[in-house]
T-cell receptor, first 112, second 114 residues
Framework: GNSVTQMEGPVTLSEEAFLTINCTYT??????LFWYVQYPGEGLQLLLK?????DKGSNKGFEATYRKETTSFHLEKGSVQVSDSAVYFC???????????FGAGTRLAVHP | DTAVSQTPKYLVTQMGNDKSIKCEQN?????MYWYKQDSKKFLKIMFS???????INETVPNRFSPKSPDKAHLNLHINSLELGDSAVYFC?????????????FGPGTRLTVT
C-alpha cells in the first residue's frame, strides 16, 4: 500500500542554519504530496504542497520539489528561525478520496 | 473566526465509559475527516464523510461511531473506552474529495483514558 517515510528526529539546529528534512514515498499512480507543520499544542497547518512531478511547493521560505524519479519530497529552508521549531509531517494524498497518509513526523528544534 | 473547532479540548475519563467529541467547520466544505494521533505523534485517518455520507472507514473498531448531522458537523462517539484509545483526535475538513485538496485541521481533543 501507499506509505511515507521521513527522517527521524529530533533535528536540532542553530538559528540561520540550513534545514533539510528528507521524505520519500511509495505509491501506485501519482499522488499529491504535502508538508504539514504542527506547532506545540496546536493542530496541523498546511505548509506547502505539490500535485505533480517536478512541481515545487514553497511557503514562508520553505521549499520542496516533487521528484518522481527518486520518489522524494524533501523539505528545505535556507535559514531557520527559532519560530520554526515544530513537528513537520510529510504526507501524500491517496487518489480518489483525498485521504492523507502521513509520515511519522520530524521534530525540529531551533536554538538562538 | 475559528475555521474548524472541536469540543472538548481535553477529555479525561475512565475505562468503560462512553464519550463524544464534537467538530464543526464554518468553511462551507463538503468533506470532513477524523484522524488519530498517538503518543509518538503518528497520525492515521479514521473516517471521512462527504456531504454527510461515510466515504472512508479505516478498520476502526466499531466502538467508534462517527455521525454527521449536516455538512458542517462531524461528531465522534466512542463506546466502552479502553486505555489504548488515549490519543489526540483531530477533525479536519476539505472543500471536496478531490485529491490534492488542502485539509484544514482543528486544534485537537486530547483524550486520556484511566
Amino acid at each position: 500500500g501507499n506509505s511515507v517515510t521521513q527522517m527521524e528526529g529530533p533535528v536540532t539546529l542553530s538559528e540561520e542554519a540550513f534545514l533539510t528534512i528528507n521524505c520519500t514515498y511509495t505509491a501506485t499512480g501519482y499522488p499529491s504530496l504535502f508538508w504539514y507543520v504542527q506547532y506545540p499544542g496546536e493542530g496541523l497547518q498546511l505548509l506547502l504542497k505539490a500535485t505533480k512531478a517536478d512541481d515545487k511547493g514553497s511557503n514562508k521560505g520553505f521549499e520542496a520539489t516533487y521528484r518522481k524519479e527518486t520518489t522524494s519530497f524533501h523539505l528545505e529552508k535556507g535559514s531557520v528561525q527559532v519560530s520554526d521549531s515544530a513537528v513537520y509531517f510529510c504526507a501524500l494524498s491517496d487518489r480518489g478520496y483525498n485521504k492523507l497518509i502521513f509520515g511519522a513526523g520530524t521534530r525540529l528544534a531551533v536554538h538562538p | 473566526d475559528t475555521a474548524v473547532s472541536q469540543t472538548p479540548k481535553y477529555l479525561v475519563t475512565q475505562m468503560g465509559n462512553d464519550k463524544s467529541i464534537k467538530c464543526e467547520q464554518n468553511l462551507g466544505h463538503d468533506t470532513m475527516y477524523w484522524y488519530k494521533q498517538d503518543s509518538k505523534k503518528f497520525l492515521k485517518i479514521m473516517f471521512s464523510y462527504n456531504n454527510k455520507e461515510l466515504i472512508i472507514n479505516e478498520t476502526v473498531p466499531n466502538r467508534f461511531s462517527p455521525k454527521s448531522p449536516d455538512k458542517a458537523h462531524l461528531n465522534l462517539h466512542i463506546n466502552s473506552l479502553e486505555l489504548g484509545d488515549s490519543a489526540v483526535y483531530f477533525c479536519a475538513s476539505s472543500q471536496d474529495l478531490r485529491t490534492g485538496g488542502e485539509q484544514y485541521f482543528g486544534p485537537g481533543t486530547r483524550l486520556t483514558v484511566t
